[in-house]
Structure formats: C-alpha cells, structure tokens
C-alpha cells in the first residue's frame, strides 16, 4: 500500500488511501514542528524550487518552512522578479529550472492545468500549489488535518463550505477530498457564484440559502470573495453579500454546537466572517495553518521517495 | 517455498531476560534516579512499556517512557523510498538524563545510529545506553549493546522476529531460516 505518485497536480487523482497515508505522515512530522530543534535530516541534499507565479504568503512560506524543516535545500522564485516579466514561456522557464537538477518543483500559477503541462515536460516531481480555479490539494489535506484532528474521523461530517465556489480551487479540492474520504459536503454561495454542475464532483449538495446550509453542520468553511479574480461584478456590494452569505454569531448557531469554523485565508473580516466568529472559540484557522507545514512535509516526503526509487 | 520457523526464546524466557536486564539497568545506573527508557517503533516501544513495569515493580519509581520512530533519520531512504512515518513521542527533557534506549533485535547497528541521532536533536543526555532482547552480530558500525537479553548466532540470510500479541504483550522470538 504504498505510495505511487511522483507528482502531487491534485486530489483527484489520489485514491483514499493515498488520502490517509498523506494524513498520518503528516501527524508524524507535525512533532518535529514542536520540537526546539525543528529540523530532521530526511531530505539532505534534495533540492526544492518554490515557483510561486501568482501571488502567496502562506502557501508558500508554509512549503519552504515544510523544505527546510526536512533539510532540503529550497528556492524561491516568483513570477513579479523571474523572467516570465521578460516574455519568457512556462516551458522555457520549466526546461531552465530543471537544468539545474531539482528533485521537486512546487508551482502555483494562475492558469489551471500549469503544473500538469510542467509535469509532462520536466523530469523531476511536481507539486502544484494551487492552479487558477482548479485545484488547490495542499491546502485540501491541511483541511482535512485539522477536521480529523478536531474531529477524530471524516468519515460522516456535513461540511459547509460558503462563498465564491466558482473561483475557489480550495473548495474543488476540499469536494475531491471530502467526498473520497465520506463526508458529505454543502455547497452554498450567491447563484453567480455557483457553477452549472458542480454537484457531478463529489458526494455534494447545492444551497442558495446559507441558513439551510449551515443547519447542524460540522465544520462550516468560509471562502474568501476574490476581489482580484471577478472579472465581472458577480455581487452588488459587500455589504449586501455580508449580510446573505456572511458568518455572523447569530447564524453560526445553527450548525452543531460542536462544529468547527474554517477559513483557508486570507480572511476578508466583515465580509465572509465577522471578527467575533474569526476570533471565537469555534475557530480552527490557526491550526489549519500549524497543520499545513506538517502536511506539506508530508507531500514533500512522499513524492521524493517515489522520485529516488524511479532514478535508482 | 516454505520458510523454516524456530521459537529460540519463548515467553517464559522474555519474561526472565526483561526481569534481568532491569536489574542490570539499576545496577549500573546505581537505581533509577535519572533513568529514561526510548523505546524505538516498533517493538522496542513495547519492550520498553515492560522494563518500565518491571522497574516500578523493583523500585516503586515510574521511570519516563518515550518512543522513538527513526525513519526520518534513516541512512537508506534514497534506496527505500518512501517507508511509514510513526509517531515519536518523548514527554519529558533528555537533558541529563541516563538514557535507556530499547529495541527488540541488535543487527547491523543502523537503526541505533538512526536513533541516537534523533535524540541528540531532542536534547542532551548524560549517557545513551542500549538494551536489545536479540542480538544477532552482523554489525557494520562500531556500536555494541549495554544490555542483551540473549546472543543469537545468526546467518546473513536468516531472519530473527519478535512476535506480539494483539495486546502487544510479546509471545515467543523466532528464527527463520530462508
């Protein structure tokens, strides 16, 4: 049962026990995060490059945390300083970058499918960090971490997840995962943000009305309206979007009074969520965060080991 | 092709080796004071879970117990690919501790070098001891057990397992001969 993927480019592609195998490594590696001397030497002498060509504080600081605390060797490079700013095309940067022998390449590009097209074309691992609107699987498993953490299994969980589906990598993902692993997943956001046929993805059922949506939920997940990618105006205002599809500490009662508040950041408070629920004992969103950097070595671990048993 | 299967040692006998190799600990560590058991997964752990009861049972102190999983520090990694992580937990500070590490069979010494390696990055003890049940010789680095429940002579090809039971009590060592 072990694990067969050289290139992480999204859950879809993982089967359920790929799912739990990622997880329990990633339990393992969250003690190394709380040691004083966070460093193992699992990864010395491997090198990683962060290709971050779309803007990224957590994911990518999370991933070269991930690198280092494995003693590998990480680059970053970003698309505002690379030569993609000089015309250059991904393949031609993918082709230089491998020149330089890397073992694994994490990308985050605007473009859906970037790191598919980079994975046929390079040598080396790749691990897509987030791809336009298609997928975001780190941030997946980070997700399910912290729910099976909180939680003690996935299997069964209602989960709400609120907001902008159409532009949300991260809710594909979390739908790809949720449903693998037998969750039962809410979808729920205004009808322009909404995809025609979502509900074909997964074990998945489509809200327009957030009450009914959060009803006797265990784990509510706000997504972020993304100003940056609404190219048309698909909301008449924020305010008015805060006040139909924003968590409040009068509608998060509705859901179990155990459930857990998730957010994958950054968080637009006042809008999706309000700072009483950001800051309230619900709250999950700094342990998703803490969890990404185990998961993430996690990832790293696994593809290398797939990588050096194919080279040697 | 069946695999030829020998008990060596049977519970009776681990019970007894445990009982005396407690004893040994105490003796050179002149009682239990700064004592802490590590057991390494898997197996170790459980030993070490009973020299921990056997030492209460001596001594009426709870000795600290941790458990060491050393995959990340594995010197073959490249040429194993991607092993199970498990779960390392040490609760306590090493710092000045005489540290007993526990494994349940001594061969090539790598795992111990693993282990030592680990701890080294969780503190710094006093002194890192090793107790192995089995030691089966074969060893390519300089390193040799404090305690030893019994000397198996073995060849290269043959294979020396500790079974446990489903409630992780050990049931008998065995040899198998390929």
Known sequence: MSFKHKHILGIEQLSKEDIQLILDTGDAFKEVNSRDLK???????????????????????????????????????????????????????????EAMAPDIIVIRHAHSGAPHYLAERVNCSVVNAGDGAHEHPSQALLDLMTMREHKGSIEGLEVAIIGDITHSRVARSDIYALSKMG????????????????????????????????????????????????????????????????????NIQLAKP??????????????????????????????????????????????SGVESMQTT | MVKAETAILDKAGITRAITRIAHEIL??????????????RTGGD???????????????????????????????????????????????ALDGKQVVLVDDVLYTG????????????????????LAVLIDRGHRELPIRADYVGRNVPTAREEDVEVVFSETQAPVEVRLIKP
């Open chain 1, 39 to 97: 460093k193992v030497p699992t990864l010395r002498g491997k090198t990683i490059i962060n290709a971050f060509f779309e803007a990224s504080t957590r994911t990518r600081l999370s991933f070269e945390i991930a690198g280092k605390r494995l003693s590998s060797d990480t680059v970053n490079i970003s698309g505002s300083t690379s030569s993609v700013v000089k015309g250059e095309t991904l393949e031609d940067t993918a082709k230089n970058i």
């Open chain 1, 183 to 250: 969750a039962k997943v809410r979808l729920c956001g205004p009808g322009t943000m909404l995809p025609v046929g979502i509900e074909r993805l997964g074990n998945v059922e489509v809200f327009t009305d957030m009450r009914a949506a959060i009803k006797d939920a265990d784990v509510v997940m706000m997504l972020r309206i993304q100003l940056e990618r609404q190219s048309n105006i698909m909301l008449p205002s924020l305010r008015e979007y805060a006040r139909f599809y924003g968590l409040n500490p009068t």
């Open chain 1, 258 to 303: 155990d459930a857990i508040v998730m957010h994958p950041g950054p968080m637009n408070r006042g809008v999706e969520i309000s700072s009483v629920v950001a800051d309230g004992v619900q709250n999950v969103i700094l342990d998703q965060v803490e969890n990404g950097v185990a998961v993430r070595m996690a990832l790293l671990y696994l593809v």
């Open chain 2, 27 to 40: 003796e050179h560590n002149k009682g239990s004071e700064k004592l802490a058991l590590i057991g390494i």
């Open chain 2, 46 to 92: 459980l030993l070490a879970g009973l020299l921990q009861t056997r030492l209460n049972e001596i001594e009426g102190v709870e000795v600290p117990l941790g458990t060491i999983d050393i995959t990340m520090y594995r010197d073959d990694l490249a040429a194993r690919g991607n092993l199970p992580i498990g779960k390392t937990e040490i609760p306590f």
């Open chain 2, 110 to 129: 790598r795992t111990i070098r693993s282990a030592m390696d680990a701890l080294m990055d969780f503190g710094r003890p006093n002194t890192i001891q």
